[in-house]
């Protein structure tokens, strides 16, 4: 075939200009996203009922809704959180379940409880996650001016929703906008309880002429002649001056409601708030289109907003926490592995072939194999994403390995004094067999990992298929392209009978310069006397490497320094969202100094989908940017020291901010969490029980940093039956006198505009001590009777949130700190010591345990990848104890990636883990092309140790310059600062270790065990 091609170059080159014509076309084509479009096997079920207490939402509507989803085909788990007020039902299903259908089924359930549902009851919102529902950015809105802020910001509330949001959800590449800190209205009426009796109105009246001028009939059809009229009837209230100006009559006098009460507009009582520094602001998550491309996205968000700064001069815009710089590294990160890779080729060739002409088919190759990529992407339906292009990042450095490699036996060939066709045939031909196995046993290494499951599996299938794709391209491109090109470069050369050297590579010839094959050989001879104790101490790195894999510290993501922190606080103490917020600004301007920005989010939030942000009145989330000159570490340590010394019962947490990819994976689990219930009643125990089984815990187990229950005090009205009866009061008129006492009785709705504003029945703002002692209300003979008589007010202690599961409601114990290799043997600890004091049931989850199954699948993984690698290269030397040799080398330069990465502090983490998997393919390749170089020498008859040490010097420059090559394009990163380079950091050192380490192994020790092998034979 070679032949064939070399022969017929205009044929080639066409072929492949319209590959690539199609490849730029398809490039154009490809939507481009942060991650993969993958199903999140997950819906959310969110229940809201302001003013209702945690134990009656989960009673009335969280069980019953429970249990009758748990009927839902391909169920994993669920869970059920019910605070005060609101309420979330997380369903789980097993990866690979039909999200739409699951999706349909749960709305079919929630339907069917609802039917048992009071009609006041709201049906619940049911959400349906994917990766790309996760926001790309987010944009601040705030008032410029801070003149009358509250009526302004409600002005801006509505303006956002009606403006601002819209035109952002009409971008094409924009699926939804989601916003929260939002402050709307509503209308007032404070009824003068002096001038009411003296006139003899009560507040039913109000509420029923309320009701009686607040109607809309709708239309009907009239027919007059040979025409028809739709007739509207409209009586609904449209402003603050309408309900004013409503007349009632009492005692045959007409008047107004404004004689009698003050009616007015005010903004509604909040959950919660967002702000931008000190003052409110609006938060809106953008959210893209699965099949939209990320840059497009970012430049018409930006441009539209430039239209919004220009227009609405009163208002500030700002765009944070983008997480589409998470990609623009990675297609940087891309664009200088193909430089710097293409230069040090190019370099590195023209020091080892002293040849200026080849090297330049490098830089032609790599873009060459990258666009014809992009068209197989678009035929396999991927985006490009961070995943898929960690997989093309991955193959450009075998990429340029498969061409040099080529390139290099071409020329070798050509120096023993071979023809150029014949050199350009013989050569490519002599290397696909090895190049094939290359590819295999790298595929080897990637595509078993898409047999994980769930979302881990998920991602790493384009991360798989896109290393397949690049590596495959880019052995086409290397036996057909390179040697039509190689030929066409050296044609009118070979016919002038000109040399192949210019002056330059000439006088490093004969300055033997870069000679690299003599200190090769003598190291060769070297090693090869000693061999009776090099090969104990090749065999020590083995151990050596699986001691450090033992001893150093693992985690999830390398730690780097970051100029952003993210601080959540939980005050622990029941206060309302006002002092909420005081506290939060005494710890911003603290921090003033230090930092560049601060969002906060500051009790519930009212995002859709973002369901991170699900805070109680009583927490805080805070966003700091910080200034260079300043650490993390030291804004921890001066807001710690502020909460330790002004409110010591407060909890703070700090981390990182998340991106995309964290919140993909994130865990909400403890390591280890204790669920405990009570077996005499279907429910859980007594606050004051759980009370002393957390002193039990934490009496036996005083290291493992238990995390109490959030408990919650309350107040508790309790109404005296026969009081009412005594006094002949009537309970509705009871509760509907303290409801507007509380300013919570809503009698109606005004429709303003685009806006429903609720109408609500007021009183003076008073505390409830006050309002029970001085509020009165009549019975039914008129008669006054003080409220203080009625009711009885009572302090309690309750659980701040109820948790359920498939077995009913648990109270949730965390162990944050838990012997990863025990999880079983506390399990018993803790189930033994509750049997024998408490009558309860327990039950264990947490990370601990749910990551035993992905551990054993990575397990069943690698047996299966070493079974591939040992399958491929048996059948490319037709041996079996040759392909153990290589295999072998992999311990040892695990080793020496190992040892580097040791050396400058680093840990075992997901970067390092990815370095060790690409090192492993490329220097397998080395081995892989040397040993099957000596087969073919030995073939031909000759000796076994003369074939050892010809085809150690005929693949020295390969393996040299394919090892050289990838170390210095990785050097950069060592001593980069940058958030991007210092996350590289631990592959950098990972790859040069193991690379460093592995080129000495593949040089004298795969050498060594061959002549082991094949000594006695």
Request: aromatic share 8%; hydrophobic share 45%; with cysteine.
């Amino acid at each position: 075939m070679i032949k064939f091609l070399i022969h017929r170059p205009i044929a080639v080159i066409m072929t492949f200009i319209a590959i690539l014509l199609l490849g730029a076309v398809a490039a154009g084509l490809l939507p481009i996203s942060l991650m993969p479009d993958v199903d999140i096997p997950e819906i959310t079920v969110q229940v809201e009922r302001p003013g209702v207490s945690v134990r009656e939402l989960e009673n009335t509507i969280v069980r019953p809704m429970r249990q009758s989803l748990m009927q839902v085909a391909h169920l994993d788990d669920i869970t059920s959180e019910s605070r005060e007020g609101y309420a979330l039902i997380r369903l789980r299903f097993k990866y690979g379940s039909d999200i739409n259908y699951a999706f349909i089924d749960v709305n079919e359930k929630v339907d069917g409880v609802m039917r048992y549902m009071p009609r006041e009851v709201d049906r619940p919102a049911i959400i349906k996650a994917s990766a790309t529902d996760l926001p790309v950015f987010y944009i601040n809105v705030q008032n410029k001016e801070t003149v009358d802020e509250t009526a302004r910001f409600m002005e801006l509330c509505e303006f956002t929703d009606a403006v601002i949001k819209k035109r952002l959800e009409q971008l094409p590449q924009v699926a939804m906008v989601d916003m929260t800190g939002q402050l709307w209205p509503e209308l007032y009426i404070l009824p003068d309880a002096g001038r009411m009796k003296s006139l003899g109105i009560k507040n039913g009246q109000i509420e029923n002429m309320l009701k009686e001028n607040n109607v809309t009939l709708g239309s009907l059809q009239v027919i007059d002649g040979q025409y028809q009229y739709n007739i509207r009837f409209s009586n609904a209230l449209r402003g603050v001056e309408d309900v004013r100006e409503l007349y009632l009559k009492s005692n045959g006098r007409i008047l107004q409601l404004k004689d009698i009460s003050e009616v007015g507009l005010r903004p509604r009582t909040r959950e919660g708030l967002f702000m931008q520094g000190s003052r409110d602001a609006l938060s809106l998550a953008v959210i893209k289109q699965s099949d939209a491309r990320m840059e497009d996205l970012k430049e018409e968000v930006d441009k539209l907003l430039e239209v919004f700064n220009r227009d609405f001069k009163e208002v500030e815009l700002s765009l944070t926490r983008d997480q589409t710089s998470i990609l623009n590294f990675a297609i940087q990160n891309l664009k200088q592995s193909l430089l710097l890779g293409g230069l040090l080729a190019f370099f590195l060739m023209f020091l080892f072939l002293k040849d200026t002409r080849s090297p330049w088919l490098i830089g032609f190759s790599i873009p060459v194999s990258l666009v014809i990529s992009f068209l197989f992407f678009h035929v396999m339906h991927l985006s490009l994403n961070i995943i898929s292009l960690s997989g093309l990042i991955l193959g450009v450095g075998m990429m340029i390995d498969n061409s040099i490699i080529v390139i290099d036996n071409i020329t070798q060939r050509m120096e023993r004094g071979e023809s150029l066709a014949q050199s350009c045939i013989q050569g490519t031909n002599e290397v696909i067999r090895p190049l094939i196995s290359s590819v295999l046993t790298t595929c080897a290494v990637f595509l078993p990992l898409i047999f994980i499951s769930g979302i881990s599996g998920a991602l790493f299938y384009d991360q798989a298929v896109a290393v397949a794709i690049g590596l495959f391209v880019s052995l086409l491109v290397s036996v057909t392209l390179l040697p039509t090109l190689y030929r066409l470069f050296w044609l009118r050369a070979e016919r002038k009978g000109k040399q192949r050297q210019n002056r330059v590579a000439r006088w490093m010839v004969k300055r033997q310069l870069f000679q690299a094959e003599d200190v090769y050989e003598k190291g060769w001879h070297w090693v090869f006397a000693q061999r009776r104790w090099m090969m104990p101490v090749f065999l020590v790195l083995i151990v050596a490497g699986g001691v450090m894999a033992w001893q150093m510290k693992k985690e999830r993501f390398p730690v780097f320094e970051q100029q952003e922190l993210v601080v959540q606080i939980d005050w622990n103490e029941r206060i309302h969202l006002a002092e909420n917020r005081n506290r939060v600004d005494q710890i911003i301007h603290q921090v003033e100094e230090q930092t560049l920005s601060v969002n906060a989010f500051v009790g519930s939030q009212q995002y859709v989908l973002h369901k991170g942000m699900d805070l109680s009145p009583t927490e805080a989330v805070l966003f700091i940017s910080l200034k260079q000159d300043y650490t993390t570490n030291e804004l921890e340590d001066a807001i710690r020291q502020q909460l330790t010394a002004t409110y010591p019962e407060a909890k703070v947490a700090f981390r990182f901010p998340e991106t995309i990819f964290d919140r993909l994976f994130a865990d909400r689990e403890a390591p280890f969490v204790a669920k405990v219930s009570s077996q005499k009643v279907k429910g859980v125990p007594e606050v004051k029980e759980m009370d002393k089984v957390l002193d039990v815990l934490e009496q036996h187990f005083p290291d493992y940093e238990i995390e109490p229950f959030a408990r919650n005090q309350y107040l508790e009205v309790r109404v005296q039956p026969e009081q009412l009866a005594l006094y002949d009061v009537d309970q509705k008129n009871l509760f509907a006198r303290l409801k507007a006492a509380l300013n919570e009785y809503q009698i109606g709705v005004l429709r303003s505009r685009t806006l429903y504003v609720p109408i609500v029945l007021s009183d003076k703002v008073r505390t409830i001590n006050t309002i029970l002692r001085d509020l009165k209300i009549d019975n039914r003979k008129g008669k006054e009777i003080s409220v203080n008589q009625l009711v009885q007010l009572v302090r309690k202690n309750n659980y701040k949130i109820l948790h359920g599961g498939k077995d009913g409601e648990y109270v949730p114990l965390p162990f944050f700190k838990v012997d990863a290799l025990s999880p079983h043997y506390l399990a018993n600890q803790v189930r033994n010591l509750m049997q024998d004091r408490f009558d309860l049931n327990i039950s264990f989850s947490g990370k601990l345990f749910s990551s035993r199954q992905l551990l054993r699948e990575l397990l069943i993984v690698m047996i299966i990848a070493l079974a591939l690698l040992y399958f491929i290269l048996a059948a490319q030397f037709e041996s079996l104890t040759q392909p153990l040799i290589v295999l072998l080398e992999v311990p040892m330069d695990i080793a020496g990636a190992l040892g580097l990465l040791w050396l400058f502090g680093g840990t075992i983490n997901l970067m390092a883990m990815i370095g060790i998997i690409v090192m492993s393919g490329i220097i397998i390749n080395d081995s892989i092309l040397k040993i099957d170089t000596i087969n073919q020498l030995r073939r031909q008859g000759m000796g076994l140790k003369e074939a050892i040490e010809t085809g150690g010097r005929r693949r020295l420059k390969p393996i040299l310059m394919t090892s050289l090559t990838t170390i210095l394009a990785l050097v950069p990163f060592l001593f980069a600062h940058d958030m991007g380079s210092e996350l590289q950091q631990p592959l950098a050192l990972t790859v040069i270790g193991g690379m460093t380490l592995g080129t000495l192994v593949s040089l004298y020790f795969i050498p060594l065990c061959y002549y082991y092998l094949y000594r006695n034979r």
